[in-house]
């Protein structure tokens, strides 16, 4: 039987996870501008944003595995175009959701720079590769600002069913 709204697992991990990606992403852009010196500032907050990142990355795996287990939600009552729309947003929020993580762990394996996870140095996975190195930071960058652009129209969309159209939205994902 469909539901017609989100059950309190994947509401708790919508809600949680929006707080931290919005907060890691800040942080991501924010540590770039720190000074290359020897306080280590640069590479204690690398290593903050490293291992958030991770656990995003596990929370990210658990959230997909739950969207395709739980019962269907039943989609909202609006025209086709609209509902293909809605899904193809979603699910390219799925997939930028783990790109990023795993973009940022490849580049970091290859960097040459042990991966700390909150303080505990984990093995070193592959010796320094300057070029996959280059292409998964590539990827890390790129993906971050499609997934901020994709974040700015989905809050807009929310925005247009909930205040324009005063459709009940909110109390789906509540
Ligand atoms: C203030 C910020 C946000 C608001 C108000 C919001 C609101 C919502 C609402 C109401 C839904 C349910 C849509 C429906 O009824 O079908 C939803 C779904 C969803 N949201 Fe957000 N959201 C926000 C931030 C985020 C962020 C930061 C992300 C992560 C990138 C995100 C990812 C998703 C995804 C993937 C779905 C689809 C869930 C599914 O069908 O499996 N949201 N959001
Ligand atoms: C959902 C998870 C993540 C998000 C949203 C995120 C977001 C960001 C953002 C916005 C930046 C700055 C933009 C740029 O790349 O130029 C950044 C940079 C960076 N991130 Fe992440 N990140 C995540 C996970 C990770 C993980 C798991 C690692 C490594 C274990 C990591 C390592 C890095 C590094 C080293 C940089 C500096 C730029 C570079 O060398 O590529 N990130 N991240």
Do not use: C
């Amino acid at each position: 039987m469909q539901r017609n709204r989100y059950d309190r697992f994947s509401v708790t991990l919508h809600w949680l996870m929006a707080v931290l990606l919005l907060g890691q992403i800040a942080l991501g852009m924010w540590m770039l501008g720190l000074p290359k010196d020897a306080s280590g500032l640069r590479a204690s907050w690398f290593n903050v944003h490293k291992s958030w990142g991770m656990v995003l990355g596990l929370l990210i795996a658990l959230r997909l595995a739950w969207a395709l287990w739980r019962p269907r939600v039943a989609a909202l009552p609006q025209p086709r175009p609209m509902q293909l729309l809605a899904t193809g947003a979603h699910r390219l929020l799925y997939l930028l959701m783990l790109l990023m993580p795993l973009s940022g762990f490849v580049g970091s394996v290859f960097s040459g720079y042990p991966i700390r996870f909150f303080g505990l140095r984990l093995p070193q996975l592959a010796e320094r590769w300057d070029g996959a190195k280059e292409l998964a930071s590539g990827v890390h960058q790129w993906s971050a600002w499609a997934l901020v652009l994709l974040i700015a129209l989905h809050v807009l969309a929310f925005v247009h069913h909930q205040v324009i159209r005063k459709e009940p939205l909110l109390q789906r994902m509540r």
